[in-house]
């Protein structure tokens, strides 16, 4: 089994600036793309940033030149720089992991998922 653990959000400012981190442990062979996405009440889940073991980056339109991903894989962690926060920022936000494990002898991957930070930007 596999655990992600989210931290580092919280409320501030627009213009403001906030770092999400998401830790995976348990049985970890390696962990392919890694990414961030958020969820407002009652819309789908969208992707924020991702970003592959060899440091590839994907971010959606709304975020690019504001947020930055990036992970440390000797941690198995991925981070989300958030700057030049605006209210519609605000919603929760999910870790997900794409992880190699070896089960019964054999390499599988499967997804997984933080329990969501929730992020407030508010003057």
């Known amino acids: 089994q596999v655990q992600l653990v989210e931290s580092g959000g919280g409320s501030v400012q627009p213009g403001g600036s906030l770092r999400l981190s998401c830790a995976a442990s348990g049985n970890i062979f390696s962990i392919n793309a890694m990414g961030w996405y958020r969820q407002a009440p009652g819309k789908q889940r969208e992707l924020v940033a991702a970003?592959?073991?060899?440091?590839?980056?994907n971010y959606a339109d709304s975020v690019k030149g504001r947020f930055t991903i990036s992970r440390d894989n000797a941690k198995n962690t991925v981070y989300l720089q958030m700057n030049s926060l605006k209210p519609e920022d605000t919603t929760v936000y999910y870790c997900?992991?794409?992880?190699?494990?070896?089960?019964?002898?054999?390499?599988?991957?499967?997804?997984?998922w933080g329990q969501g930070t929730q992020v407030t930007v508010s003057s």
């Open positions: 970003i592959t073991a060899g440091g590839s980056t």
């Open positions: 997900n992991a794409k992880v190699r494990a070896v089960v019964l002898g054999a390499f599988i991957v499967r997804d997984y």
